[in-house]
T-cell receptor, first 118, second 110 residues
Framework: EADIYQTPRYLVIGTGKKITLECSQT?????MYWYQQDPGMELHLIHYSYGVNSTEKGDLSSESTVSRIRTEHFPLTLESARPSHTSQYLC?????????????????FGEGSRLTVL | AQSVAQPEDQVNVAEGNPLTVKCTYS??????LFWYVQYPNRGLQFLLKYITGDNLVKGSYGFEAEFNKSQTSFHLKKPSALVSDSALYFC????????FGAGTTVTVRA
């Protein structure tokens, strides 16, 4: 079992609310990621981090923001939620030093946070 | 252009029959290829990977995948499917970052 945790698992909120999705891992991984999984079930990278104080935007433009103050913690925040933000958000971490290097390349995923904005 | 493609949205097989989930890739150089599985209401789980070496890679839960460089494919296979294999399967490739395919829903009927 991977030691990466997401809370809440399910969240239903009203439009305009601020929400934070939590993600924590106990594996000491430097790299962490947020994926958005839409109703068609495709995965889209929205944010990633290569270490403390490092955050980058992914392929899919997102109104969310992230922070990486501690290695183990990578929260995602929506300042003002809208129905278009309704989706499943998956957090992941990995221990490889760079893409394509001779290491596992395996991502460890959390269980996901399913957000519904009314 | 998409780095990895899964041409089938859905695959339906009877329990006990062979299962194949198709994946093709388009990256320069030597590809690093992965398969992940997602069970309902769960995160993704790593199944197997190809980095180098034997073209036939064995992974978790009796799955294996065959790397075919000439056909740029990395199809996932299981000789005898189980109902519990019903899930969403993602192929992924490292192309300066990890890119996932659109996913294939596998349904194994009893």
């Amino acid at each position: 079992e991977a030691d990466i945790y997401q809370t809440p698992r399910y969240l239903v909120i009203g439009t305009g609310k601020k929400i934070t999705l939590e993600c924590s891992q106990t594996m000491g991984h430097d790299k962490m990621y947020w994926y958005q999984q839409d109703p068609g079930m495709e995965l889209h990278l929205i944010h990633y981090s290569y270490g403390v104080n490092s955050t980058e935007k992914g392929d899919l433009s997102s109104e969310s923001t992230v922070s990486r103050i501690r290695t183990e913690h990578f929260p995602l925040t929506l300042e003002s939620a809208r129905p278009s933000h309704t989706s499943q958000y998956l957090c992941a971490s990995s221990d490889h030093s760079e893409w394509g290097a001779a290491d596992t390349g395996e991502l460890f995923f959390g269980e996901g946070s399913r957000l519904t904005v009314l | 252009a998409q780095s990895v493609a899964q041409p089938e949205d859905q695959v339906n097989v009877a329990e006990g029959n062979p299962l194949t989930v198709k994946c093709t890739y388009s990256v320069s150089g030597n590809p690093y290829l992965f398969w992940y599985v997602q069970y309902p209401n769960r995160g993704l789980q790593f199944l197997l990977k190809y980095i180098t070496g034997d073209n036939l890679v064995k992974g978790s839960y009796g799955f294996e995948a065959e790397f075919n460089k000439s056909q740029t494919s990395f199809h996932l296979k299981k000789p005898s499917a189980l109902v519990s294999d019903s899930a969403l399967y993602f192929c992924a490739v490292i192309d300066y970052k990890l890119s996932f395919g659109a996913g294939t829903t596998v349904t194994v009927r009893a």
